[in-house]
């Protein structure tokens, strides 16, 4: 397999699950970060969804660029395609990522990009309703909250300010004082 690249945007960046040889700073162009996934495994249920994020069509994205060690790429696709594939919501691609870096390159990077034709696909919720559904979301790797607070300290913590994900957050906040 050739050289292998991992993009994260989300919970791949605060807690990637996969071993690598080095990660840069990413920007992904025609892309952007977006709570736009209904979540019934990792963040709620069938019953209760949560809320995901998902690399959703037009703007940019700021992330995190792993480079997976070579050797590691099949085991790595295999981990990953079991991690954010259970209900095949996201279309596998890959996607040229400038390194911001100081290095001046880009890579060719494995993507997770929203496949708006699914059902799990919540589109573009106001505040409100991202409030209410984040929530009440309780799933198999725990509570949505919680994955909208650390997602978006982690964001902070590597200098990318998301408005509106922060803007949640905080309501959030409020909410569990």
């Not at 050739?2 to 993009?7: D, I, K, S």
């Not at 209900?87 to 990522?97: D, F, G, H, I, S």
């Not at 696909?121 to 309703?129: F, M, T, W």
Request: glycine residues 12%; charged residues 20%; proline residues 2%.
């Amino acid at each position: 397999m050739a050289e292998l690249w991992v993009f994260g945007y989300g919970s791949l960046m605060w807690r990637p699950g996969f071993a690598f040889e080095a990660s840069a700073p990413g920007l992904l162009k025609g892309a952007h970060r977006a709570l736009c996934v209904y979540s019934i495994f990792h963040r709620g249920t069938q019953e209760q969804p949560g809320l995901v994020l998902g690399l959703d069509r037009g703007g940019a994205c700021r992330g995190v660029a792993y480079k997976i060690a070579a050797g590691a790429e099949e085991a790595t696709v295999a981990y990953l395609r079991e991690r954010e594939q259970i209900t095949e919501v996201y279309v596998e691609a890959y996607r040229k990522v400038a390194l911001l870096d100081g290095s001046a390159r880009s890579v060719s990077a494995l993507t997770y990009l929203v496949d708006r034709t699914h059902g799990q696909y919540a589109g573009d919720l106001s505040l409100d309703e991202q409030l209410n559904v984040v929530r009440g979301g309780k799933g198999q790797s725990g509570e949505n909250v919680e994955y909208v607070l650390n997602t978006v300290r982690h964001l902070e913590d590597e200098g990318v300010h998301d408005p509106l994900l922060a803007a949640l957050a905080a309501r959030l906040a409020q909410h569990l004082k």
